[in-house]
């Protein structure tokens, strides 16, 4: 059945890992009847969570998308009978299309990319730790890219929950724009239900799987507090909207309608982000999450003016807008590539115009080279659903694309555009790895170049010197899963060194040379001369080339190759052998030979100026910091701060969470392998940590050595 666009929800689910994104994703499958049978993640059956490595350790690692539908409580309640329950469900039903996103740091990857296609989402938190390391990285994630979202406090049943202590860490640690639209009916063990502020109603969860829900009075104790929240939301909505504004001064009583109707609108604009509460693994609340995305969350058409589909002509460079519509040309981004072990190679898409259709050509615009679109299929985390088309709006995959990768765009051959891509963080661990017999030589060639075409965040590397290969990723858990998909999907065993640290190199003065190269031989020479200067740039800016060069003293076509050789000397380091980062380059003189000059010539001469500019600039070397995040008992905190500050550490904040201590600190990368079980070990099992990458600061001049003699 074709839904009007007015009735779609792409949305997605993010949180920070364990706060029961996945279960939350089971419900909403079971109750919009995509799934008969709850699969609980404790006991390795998620639907949602299909990967062997997902279902050993409980946690999400790869984004898995799926699509429901959904009518909201309220209109179903209206019927009468059966057969006007089903008129109102073909009227009012929407078709939601929902990413389930890993919460652990090391795969951030998978949520940069899902928010990038996605127009809400829907935060779940903790009901007893609130706002944690990786809740604050998804959420400036879905500032970036302007998504709005609501939020889900989950894990109301569990012992310590607080509704009041996690919506205050959301307003202080997240944004001042949170408002209660639920609060919990009891808490911990005594959790019963939820109160709609805006109905003014009361709902408990009846059956099995709490799949009846049953309106009951509002509790006597709770109705002061009711009437005092429901006022606050009240003054929140109607600041949003003048006339509202006008009626509310007046002392006249707002209808519901306008007041969802505003609501709805602030939140789409990222002005008001609505707060639900519940308990997804004891069935209460999912349902009101349901509705919340219907209420308040944007359809493709109402995101456009916030997020319009804009690109680029890649025949005249010129901005082109397209509109959210079947009419429009087809206009694609490739969001996700996956290898499936039945059909091979999948490339996930999200569809902002026109209609994608089984056997026609399309252009992958990025890469400038048509492809065929063989088949389609919709995603039911990895099960497939084959259709024969696709409209604006939708997201599916194609089956065995051959040259396309992550951030392409896929369009109409005869309206070409150009979308902005997606970027990610640069990994900053890496390992050695060789194969352990000749046969697996050629499989782990294979293996590498399929997962680092599905992961953008997985880079493969060879070290010239040693004929080694290194491959880099986000952290110690992503590395290990990959190693570990190897052996399983592509019977590779291989054997695999250390982690090691992802450091850079950067100067810290500015610096003048230049770099001449000459050869004569019988026949023709060779000639390349420039003049560079170099000079720092502020963390996080790379690298930026300058062109001076006026008059044609060096002719326009050798600007390149010298260019590209500064990038090859600055990827060949200066101190010990690691990227050269944030420097400015600028090539201002020059001079050429009419007959020797060459490419290669001026590669060479670039080359050598900047690693004779680099070594005049003061080089040094960057290590990364970490952000990290210990709770442990209070018992052993002593032990825990001793031990940060023994590497390196600088401890930013200590906080109480419920019989817990947490420490926040920032510590080199270096020092931080292996953490896991010496903090285990400390606290007699009790202490977890989180860690995430914050950003490159200088290593203090005696651990420079070490790195540079190969000791870190």
Request: hydrophobic fraction near 35%.
């Amino acid at each position: 059945m074709r839904y009007p666009l007015e009735r779609y929800r792409n949305i997605g689910i993010i949180a920070h890992i364990d706060a029961g994104k996945t279960t939350v994703s089971e419900r909403i499958l079971f109750y919009t009847g995509i799934s008969h049978k709850i699969g609980e993640v404790h006991e390795g059956q998620a639907i949602m969570d299909w990967m062997e490595q997902e279902r050993e350790r409980g946690i999400t690692i790869t984004s898995a998308a799926t699509t429901c539908f959904w009518t909201q409580v309220r209109e179903v309640k209206k019927a009468a009978d059966d057969s006007q329950r089903a008129k109102l469900k073909k009227e009012k039903e929407h078709r939601i299309n929902i990413i389930d996103t890993p919460g652990h740091v090391d795969f951030t990857a998978e949520v940069e990319r899902s928010l990038r296609v996605l127009d809400g989402g829907v935060v779940v938190f903790d009901g007893v730790a609130g706002v944690e390391p990786q809740s604050e990285t998804v959420w400036h994630q879905a500032d970036k890219y302007k998504v709005p979202r609501i939020c889900f406090i989950n894990k109301m049943d569990r012992m310590g929950a607080s509704f009041e202590n996690s919506f205050n860490s959301i307003l202080e640690k997240l944004t001042p724009y949170a408002v209660v639209v639920q609060l919990p009916i009891g808490s911990e063990e005594n959790f019963q239900g939820v109160v709609d502020l805006l109905e003014k109603k009361a709902f408990v969860f009846k059956g099995d799987h709490g799949e009846n829900i049953e309106e009951i009075e509002i509790p006597r104790e709770m109705v002061g507090q009711v009437e005092q929240k429901r006022a606050r939301l009240v003054e929140k909505i109607v600041e949003k909207e003048e006339t509202l504004m006008e009626k509310y001064l007046a002392g006249e009583e707002i209808g519901l309608d306008d007041l969802r109707r505003v609501l709805r609108k602030a939140t789409i604009d990222n002005e008001l982000v609505p707060v639900f509460c519940g308990s997804a693994l004891k069935n209460k609340g999912v349902q009101f999450v349901l509705d919340g995305v219907i209420d308040y969350l944007p359809s493709p058409l109402e995101i456009n003016h916030l997020k319009p589909i804009k690109g680029t002509s890649p025949r005249t460079g010129e901005e082109i807008i397209r509109q959210p519509s079947d009419n429009e040309p087809l206009t694609t981004l490739a969001f996700k590539i996956a290898t499936d072990p039945f059909v091979g190679n999948l490339t996930y898409f999200r569809i902002y115009s026109g209609v994608m259709k089984k056997g026609t050509y399309i252009l992958n615009s990025t890469r400038n080279n048509q492809e065929r679109v063989g088949r389609i299929v919709r995603m039911h985390a990895n099960h497939r659903e084959d259709v024969e088309e696709m409209f604006a709006g939708d997201l599916g995959a194609i089956v065995g694309l051959k040259g396309t990768g992550t951030g392409d765009t896929l369009c109409s051959p005869e309206d070409p555009i150009i979308l902005e891509g997606i970027t990610f963080k640069e990994p900053v661990i890496n390992l050695k790895i060789e194969p352990k017999t000749k046969a697996d030589q050629e499989k782990l060639g294979l293996a590498l170049r399929r997962l680092a075409d599905e992961d953008p965040t997985f880079r493969v590397t060879g070290d010239l010197e040693t004929g080694e290969t290194i491959i880099w990723g986000m952290g110690e858990l992503h590395l290990e899963i990959l190693v570990d998909r190897m052996k399983r999907e592509f019977g590779v065993e291989a054997n695999v060194g250390r982690p090691r640290v992802s450091y850079k190199e950067t100067v810290r003065a500015n610096a003048e040379a230049e770099g001449k190269y000459i050869r004569q031989s019988g026949g023709r020479g060779q000639y390349g001369h420039v003049e560079i200067k170099i000079k720092p740039l502020e963390r996080g800016k790379g690298f930026v080339f300058v062109n001076q060069i006026k008059g044609g003293i060096i002719p326009q076509e050798f600007i390149p190759a010298v260019e590209k050789g500064i990038k090859e000397a600055m990827d060949r380091g200066i101190v010990a052998g690691y990227p050269v980062t944030d420097t400015e380059v600028t090539l201002f003189d020059g001079s050429y030979h009419e007959v020797d000059s060459s490419e290669a010539a001026f590669k060479i001469a670039g080359s050598m100026a900047f690693q004779e500019a680099a070594k005049r600039a003061q080089p040094v070397i960057l290590e990364p910091i970490m952000k990290i995040q210990v709770i442990t008992p209070p018992d052993f905190l002593g032990d825990v701060t001793g031990d940060l500050n023994s590497k390196r550490g600088r401890i930013e904040s200590l906080s109480d969470r419920i019989m817990m201590k947490v420490v926040d600190a920032k510590v080199p990368l270096s020092e931080m392998f292996g953490y896991v079980t010496n903090l285990r070990s400390m606290t007699q099992g009790r202490g977890t940590f989180t860690m995430e990458f914050s950003h490159y600061e200088e290593a203090p001049k005696n651990i420079e050595q070490l790195i540079v003699e190969g000791k870190k």
